[in-house]
């Protein structure tokens, strides 16, 4: 009872402090086993077609007026936001004009007004419940015009063919976002910020870190396993395998015993990219600032995402895009522990046919003033259906490894991987291209003297011992995405 009354204080002290339902809000509410709501889907705010027709209607008709309009539709933005002083993405970002992310259910909207951004642009990652896909749209805003750009091909440099949601491992977000566990707080002066009036309040950054990262979270596990998860893929019985690894395998590690050599492969390779980890964050002048002790490192207790591979391996689903992080690091990103309670709640969206015929109720998510909550199992259920379902496995050779340059991951995540962090196998000196730092890539291509823009594309359309990423090159499209990146940038 005792244990009970002071954990139900310690969730009114928390929810005081923080707003835990924005960290909490990309989950259903269950009435019974019915779901009544679900944050990341109820309501959607303006899509990228609805600002086309605002636009048209004259609504706006310049990036400030763009702000006023969005924000003046959806008031809640100004409180759901993050705020990044170094970003990977082709908007630049600093300290002093961070690039903008304001998020609501399952859309997302990219601004930044840093000095070295040739064209003004916003950019729009979205998602809706009976689709698919996730869409990569922009509007820039360039010389006195207004283009909509329906699917422009660089943002599938980064994001990948099927576009994915990108988001760094737990704690990298205090090397490049205000606020969240981070001490690095904003006092820039903006005239995008301060034309929105953020609510930039340090006690609330928290909250919009950890909020953006959930969302983030959600939108990738409902993506990866939508094509990777779906039943042609994933017939009911390894599917069964799935959700025990999901569920069961992570409940308590210590009961479970990872797979020996795997274990061994994975730490050995961990370990051999710690120190080029530490080489890259000194390269991009980022140093750890934050209030946690544990600093953003390769190896964050993931067992769980180990055994969660391991599984997805022995079923014959390749595990190597099982990120949403574009450079270096191969974890399912989280938050420090809503990482099960996602793929849970993701896989019942996926596959509802592997909840058939197994009892479970809804459980309330921890430190929430609402009813947000998540599927609650028996595993002896979920073990009992597998005994009924007996496969074959073939167990692989080994596990899929940081250093690969693999065709599955997105071709800047390739590019980087010998260009930035030097991690590839090569054995030829390869020369440092800061694909993941736009500012400094812009300054090399716009320098009269550079050929970089000419090299890089002759390259990749390259066959042979000059093919640029070495082994399978890029194809028609990727090629087209290279250069459309690097022309927005020159």
């Not at 869409?135 to 699917?151: D, G, S």
């Not at 909250?207 to 396993?225: A, E, I």
């Not at 058939?356 to 595993?379: N, R």
């Amino acid at each position: 009872m005792i244990a009970l009354l002071l954990s139900f204080l310690a969730t009114l002290v928390y929810a005081d402090v923080y707003d835990i339902d924005l960290y909490k809000k990309p989950f259903p509410i269950f009435n019974g086993t019915q779901e009544i709501s679900h944050g990341l889907w109820d309501p959607s705010p303006p899509q990228f077609e609805d600002l086309q027709l605002a636009y048209t209607r004259g609504e706006y008709r310049t990036y400030e007026e763009f702000t006023d309009y969005l924000l003046g539709k959806e008031p809640e933005l100004r409180k759901q936001f993050v705020l990044i002083h170094h970003s990977e993405s082709q908007q630049m970002s600093s300290k002093n004009n961070p690039r903008v992310i304001l998020f609501k259910g399952a859309t997302l909207y990219s601004l930044s007004d840093h000095p070295l951004q040739r064209f003004p642009k916003v950019e729009i990652l979205s998602a809706q419940r009976n689709s698919k896909e996730i869409k990569l749209q922009e509007i820039v805003f360039k010389n006195n015009t207004v283009e909509f750009r329906e699917k422009p091909k660089s943002c599938f440099l980064c994001h990948g063919s099927l576009a994915s949601p990108l988001w760094g491992p737990y704690a990298s977000w205090n090397l490049t976002t205000f606020g969240g566990t981070s001490k690095t707080v904003y006092t820039g002066n903006s005239a995008l910020v301060e034309r929105m009036k953020l609510i930039t309040d340090r006690s609330k950054s928290r909250d919009q870190v950890w909020g953006f990262t959930s969302t983030v979270m959600n939108l990738f596990f409902r993506n990866w396993f939508l094509h990777n998860l779906n039943p042609i893929k994933l017939p009911y019985p390894q599917g069964l395998r799935v959700l025990h690894s999901v569920y069961c395998l992570s409940q308590n590690q210590d009961n479970h015993v990872v797979d020996t050599q795997y274990a061994d492969d994975f730490l050995k390779e961990v370990q051999q990219t710690q120190d080029a980890y530490a080489k890259y964050l000194k390269a991009l002048n980022l140093k750890y600032n934050g209030f946690d002790e544990i600093e953003p490192s390769l190896y964050y207790n993931n067992k769980q995402d180990l055994k969660m591979r391991m599984t997805l391996e022995w079923l014959g689903i390749s595990s190597t895009s099982f990120t949403p992080s574009l450079v270096l690091n191969r974890y399912a990103t989280s938050t420090a522990g809503d990482g099960r309670d996602a793929m849970m709640v993701n896989l019942k969206e996926v596959r509802p046919d592997l909840f058939e015929g197994i009892p479970w109720k809804p459980k309330l998510l921890a430190f929430t003033s609402s009813q947000y909550s998540v599927p609650d199992l028996d595993c002896k259920d979920i073990e009992g259906k597998i005994n009924q379902s007996p496969i074959k496995v073939t167990r692989p050779s080994r596990m899929p490894f940081f250093r690969e340059v693999s065709a599955e991951l997105p071709v800047m995540t390739r590019c980087t991987q010998c260009h930035v962090t030097h991690l590839s196998d090569s054995s030829k000196a390869v020369p440092t291209i800061p694909f993941s730092n736009v500012v400094e890539l812009a300054k090399i291509l716009r320098d009269p003297n550079s050929r970089l823009k000419e090299k890089i594309l002759k390259r990749v359309g390259s066959h042979g011992p000059d093919q640029m990423p070495p082994g399978q090159g890029l194809n028609s499209e990727e090629i087209e995405a290279m250069k459309e990146f690097l022309e927005d940038l020159e």
